[in-house]
T-cell receptor, first 114, second 112 residues
Framework: NAGVTQTPKFQVLKTGQSMTLQCAQDMNHNSMYWYRQDPGMGLRLIYYSASEGTTDKGEVPNGYNVSRLNKREFSLRLESAAPSQTSVYFC?????????????FGSGTQLSVL | GNSVTQMEGPVTLSEEAFLTINCTYTATGYPSLFWYVQYPGEGLQLLLK?????DKGSNKGFEATYRKETTSFHLEKGSVQVSDSAVYFC???????????FGSGTQLTVLP
């Protein structure tokens, strides 16, 4: 029962470094999402992918890029990390295109940018 | 724009106490409303939902009623257990919008 798997669970970067957060789901879902969660704020959508080969910007896309490598995998890349990107990142997936009621989440990646 | 406001935590209760976590929203029209729960070390998971006014969502002893007149979707449980300790998120989705709008989350700790 793997569900949605995110790696790594924790990461510390220096300002300007790059890294990729990996996400994979084994539920054959069409849609995948990247959210960030900051203290005192709700989850905010960074990017989403409604199907393999498509990606779209969410509420806070600046400073990030994504790749929907195949139906299973959806990665999030920080090209030049900034302290403002210190956050907890959640990947999620859902079976339905065009709706996202039934989201299945990974357990999160805690990222600190110094 | 759309927004969700939850009561600030943390909330600490004794086992078998009554739980209320307040959630109010701002949105035009009739959004769908959700409660998600995040147990320690895990991802968020859907707890319950309601898609129209006066609907009551329920699951695992938790309930929430969609109140259009007060724009609220408060989460309640009559008797909490230690295993209910988690972070609870209220969220809404408006129409065919792809993204959910989340509240900031409320940490609940239940003591034996």
């Amino acid at each position: 029962n793997a569900g949605v798997t995110q790696t790594p669970k924790f990461q510390v970067l220096k300002t300007g470094q790059s890294m990729t957060l990996q996400c994979a789901q084994d539920m054959n879902h069409n849609s995948m999402y990247w959210y960030r969660q900051d203290p005192g704020m709700g989850l905010r959508l960074i990017y989403y992918s409604a199907s393999e080969g498509t990606t779209d910007k969410g509420e806070v896309p600046n400073g990030y890029n994504v790749s929907r490598l195949n139906k299973r995998e959806f990665s999030l890349r920080l090209e030049s990390a900034a302290p403002s990107q210190t956050s907890v990142y959640f990947c999620a997936s859902s079976p339905d295109q065009g709706t996202n009621e039934k989201l299945f989440f990974g357990s999160g990646t805690q990222l600190s940018v110094l | 724009g759309n927004s969700v406001t939850q009561m600030e935590g943390p909330v600490t209760l004794s086992e078998e106490a009554f739980l209320t976590i307040n959630c109010t929203y701002t949105a035009t029209g009739y959004p769908s409303l959700f409660w998600y729960v995040q147990y320690p070390g895990e991802g968020l998971q859907l707890l319950l939902k309601a898609t129209k006014a006066d609907d009551k969502g329920s699951n695992k002893g938790f309930e929430a009623t969609y109140r259009k007149e007060t724009t609220s979707f408060h989460l309640e449980k009559g008797s909490v257990q230690v295993s209910d300790s988690a972070v609870y998120f209220c969220a809404l989705r408006k129409g065919s919008a792809r993204q959910l709008t989340f509240g900031s989350g409320t940490q609940l700790t239940v003591l034996p």
